[in-house]
């Protein structure tokens, strides 16, 4: 029996007790080279400058979310658009979080989505991919909404201190997005209440670095026909604890549980 216990932890993060990498992160859409000097958008300026009451001189964080991190300071120099200018000190590229984790949901109703999105990324999940199950009310045009959840993703990645967004996939039909799943060599469970092992149980069969994916149903559930097809293709059925949860909940316990 093999445990994912002997990863380390900290791969998709610069530890915040090394100098110049804990300051303050902020978000570019490419990190420069070391030595040159860039720009950073109005919205990030106004959060070093005025919320944290940053200075010129002060450190900060450049990342891109796809692992390119650069240690930075502050200058009073404006480019010709009026945007403040950093000056790269340093840069590195982090590896991201291994194994890596999917959380394969039914979309909440409402705008539970965003929280839903938020909370996994600040759980360290890896690839998010809506799923339409038999019993999910889905809005199609929340799923448009792509430069929103965007957004979204890249601040919590921020908050968190990730070097890499989790990847935001566009999902299907619940067996198709499974059977795409267990080709790409993923480990799967599925979240179920009744005849359920414990996830971390779960967790602690597979091998270090093997990809897995929890399968999160509607507040309905999943129904049987559903369950017995994912039991086909090898899914596990996992328990998250003795309560049932809402979906985005049930999402962020699932996170957790895989990164613990």
Not at 226 to 248: F, T
Request: charged letters at 20%.
């Amino acid at each position: 029996m093999s445990s994912d216990a002997s990863h380390t932890p900290s791969a998709d993060a610069i530890a915040s007790s090394r100098d110049g990498w804990s300051s303050l992160w902020l978000h570019v859409e490419v990190v420069p080279s070391t030595g040159t000097k860039a720009e950073i958008g109005r919205d990030e300026a106004r959060h070093a400058f005025g919320a944290r009451r940053l200075s010129a001189g002060d450190s900060v964080v450049l990342f891109d979310g796809a692992g390119s991190l650069a240690h930075a300071r502050l200058t009073e120099e404006r480019s010709r658009s009026g945007d403040f200018l950093v000056e790269v000190i340093e840069t590195r590229l982090a590896p991201p979080l291994l194994p890596v984790t999917t959380i394969a949901f039914a979309v909440p109703k409402g705008d539970r989505l965003s929280t839903l999105l938020d909370m996994t990324t600040q759980a360290g999940v890896s690839r998010l991919i809506p799923v339409v199950c038999a019993r999910s009310v889905v809005d199609a045009e929340k799923l448009d909404r792509s430069a929103r959840w965007q957004r979204i993703l890249a601040e919590a990645t921020k908050v968190s201190k990730r070097a890499w967004t989790p990847e935001l996939l566009s999902g299907g039909a619940l067996l198709e997005v499974a059977h795409a799943e267990r080709a790409r060599g993923a480990a799967i469970a599925v979240a179920h209440t009744a005849d359920a092992i414990d996830l971390a149980s779960w967790r602690s069969t597979l091998p270090a670095n093997t990809p897995r994916t929890i399968f999160i149903g509607p507040e309905g559930g999943f129904e049987p026909s559903e369950l017995r097809a994912l039991r086909a293709l090898g899914a596990a059925v996992v328990s998250l604890g003795p309560c049932v949860m809402r979906v985005e909940t049930a999402c962020v316990a699932a996170a957790i549980a895989l990164r613990s």
